[in-house]
């Protein structure tokens, strides 16, 4: 008798281990996410099958249309090759993404099975995530054995729209203008040779004179010496 309950539960752990190793699960990456309003975010949707072979997966990913709108998804690079519902835009209200495929044969093995990309436009200042709900994922052994655990969500974190401020003008310096006051009898000739005249008369000429001398009239009067 207690040869069998021994047997019984070492088949129970085997069974139990082998459904651990064979676990399946959904992951939205990046699985955190810092951002801001008006600003745009991408979310990859991968399935992770190491130890075995899968070939159908189907589920919704969960989304607060308060703060995210879907702007696009894409299927481009996606380990489904035959939809029987493929992912879309849903309606503005809508706060889930329903999406289930096939994988042809001989199904995917991997950590990083891209499903989907979806594109969201950040709304609303605060905190959310992206989940997933209704899992399956179904191992390609002709029996369809379910092999779905649990899925990770992704945490975004949202801030107020940044504003950019704008650069002063700058004016440009006016400059003070000056009066140079001269002596009327004495006018200058800047950079040229000048000439100068005596009141005799006479020319007298030197390199680098500055200055044209003139004759200032003298008048006296009668009655002073």
Not at 45 to 65: E, K, M, P, R, T
Not at 120 to 128: D, K, N, Q, R
Not at 141 to 169: F, H, M, R
Request: proline share 4%; glycine share 8%.
């Amino acid at each position: 008798m207690r040869s069998i309950v021994k047997a019984v539960i070492f088949i129970a752990l085997i069974i139990g281990f082998t459904r651990t190793t064979q676990a399946a699960f959904f992951v939205a990456s990046p699985s955190s996410s810092t951002t801001s309003v008006g600003e745009t975010i991408t979310a990859t949707v991968y399935v992770n099958s190491s130890n075995q072979a899968i070939n159908v997966v189907s589920g919704s990913l969960i989304f607060d249309h308060t703060y995210l709108r879907v702007k696009g998804v894409s299927i481009g690079g996606s380990v489904v090759k035959f939809w029987i519902q493929e992912p879309s835009v849903p309606k503005s209200s809508a706060n889930t993404i329903e999406f289930e495929g096939v994988v042809l044969n001989p199904g995917y093995t991997g950590s990083s099975g891209r499903v989907m990309t979806v594109t969201f436009s950040v709304l609303t200042e605060g905190s959310t995530s992206l989940s997933f709900s209704s899992e399956a994922i179904l191992a390609n052994d002709g029996l369809g054995t379910d092999v779905t655990a649990a899925s990770s969500s992704t945490n975004i974190l949202i801030s107020k729209a940044v504003v950019e401020e704008k650069p002063t003008e700058s004016k440009p310096e006016t400059k003070p203008e000056t009066n140079l006051e001269t002596n009327p009898e004495v006018s200058p000739e800047i950079g040229l040779q000048g000439t100068g005249e005596t009141s005799n008369g006479e020319n007298t000429s030197s390199a680098g004179s500055m200055f044209k001398i003139t004759e200032v009239p003298i008048s006296v009067k009668q009655g002073e010496s």
